[in-house]
């Protein structure tokens, strides 16, 4: 059997646990709020109480912020892309973002701003929104050319 260290006090003392995880997050006003994550299995040191996360708790935390804060969710930022017919590259391109940070919402590895967030619900709630985005981009592209 592998015993785990903990990377803190170097002791073979990391425990498995299962529970509701209760931690806290920062709003858009940078206020602070209890943020709790039913079923979520994390390690934890039972020397020197170190708390190990692993990029699946660490997910689980984020959906669960995101959703506190009112902010759409990968899935359905996803959706959007889907339903317009775009690649992750034209979908950034139309935004006006970047390729990398677009990706990341959609992976749920970074979670968009309040701004974004209202921005992406403009374009879902009204394909008037998406037309109007689209004759921006493309007078922009104009202009940049020279043309007019």
Same mark, same amino acid.
């Given at each position: 059997?592998?015993?785990? =260290?903990?990377?803190?006090?170097?002791? /073979? +003392?990391? #425990? $498995?646990?299962?529970?509701?995880?209760?931690?806290?997050? *920062?709003?858009?006003?940078?206020?602070?709020?209890?943020?709790?994550?039913?079923?979520?299995?994390?390690?934890?040191?039972?020397?020197?109480?170190? =708390?190990?996360?692993?990029?699946?708790? /660490? +997910?689980? #935390? $984020?959906?669960?912020?995101?959703?506190?804060?009112?902010? *759409?969710?990968?899935?359905?930022?996803?959706?959007?892309?889907?339903?317009?017919?775009?690649?992750?590259?034209?979908?950034?391109?139309?935004?006006? =973002?970047?390729?990398?940070?677009?990706?990341?919402?959609?992976?749920?590895?970074?979670?968009?701003?309040?701004?974004?967030?209202?921005?992406?619900?403009?374009?879902?709630?009204?394909?008037?929104?998406?037309?109007?985005?689209?004759?921006?981009?493309?007078?922009?592209?104009?202009?940049?050319?020279?043309?007019?």
């Amino acid at each position: 059997m592998n015993e785990l =260290i903990c990377p803190e006090c170097k002791e /073979m +003392s990391l #425990i $498995e646990k299962s529970a509701e995880y209760e931690t806290t997050y *920062l709003d858009s006003n940078d206020e602070s709020h209890p943020l709790k994550v039913p079923g979520l299995t994390w390690l934890a040191c039972s020397n020197c109480g170190e =708390i190990i996360l692993d990029d699946r708790a /660490m +997910s689980a #935390i $984020e959906d669960a912020r995101r959703a506190a804060m009112g902010l *759409l969710n990968p899935n359905e930022i996803r959706g959007l892309r889907t339903e317009l017919r775009k690649t992750q590259k034209a979908m950034s391109a139309f935004l006006g =973002i970047g390729e990398k940070t677009y990706c990341r919402w959609e992976s749920g590895s970074y979670v968009q701003s309040e701004a974004f967030d209202r921005y992406l619900r403009l374009l879902i709630v009204s394909p008037t929104n998406v037309n109007l985005l689209e004759q921006i981009a493309c007078a922009k592209m104009g202009s940049s050319t020279g043309e007019n």
